[in-house]
């Protein structure tokens, strides 16, 4: 059974810099392109960044381009978020998911995990 399990989630002041993980097990990583969406209180998730399987190319929303960078590890199944210059508005719970294919700012990816809250105070 595929699993996805976010980490490095916290609490922290803005301008400050936080990295999340994410380990994937059940599943041939390499397959998957991967994403990261959040999900503030009170508002639907939202697409953050997103690698294909090979890691050569990345996409972003526009609130995050130059802040956060998604890379991945395919000798350890794992996907990542530098996230840098934290504002509060990038409050939210963060979560990784998978695709078989490419469609980096839709939701329709197979697997997702169960989120890490990321908490940014002013």
């Known amino acids: 059974q595929a699993q996805l399990a976010e980490s490095g989630g916290g609490l922290l002041q803005a301008g400050r810099s936080l990295r999340l993980s994410c380990a994937a097990s059940?599943?041939?990583?390499?397959?998957?392109?991967m994403g990261w969406f959040r999900q503030a209180p009170g508002k639907a998730r939202d697409f953050v960044a997103a690698?294909?399987?090979?890691?050569?190319?990345?996409y972003y929303v526009d609130s995050v381009k130059g802040r956060f960078t998604i890379s991945r590890d395919n000798a350890k199944d794992a996907v990542y978020l530098q996230m840098n210059s934290l504002k509060p508005e990038d409050t939210a719970v963060y979560y990784c998911a998978a695709d078989l294919g490419w469609n980096p700012g839709s939701y329709d990816y197979e697997h997702w995990g169960q989120g890490t809250q990321v908490t940014v105070s002013s």
């Open positions: 059940g599943l041939t990583f390499i397959l998957y392109a």
């Open positions: 690698i294909r399987k090979s890691g050569s190319v990345t």
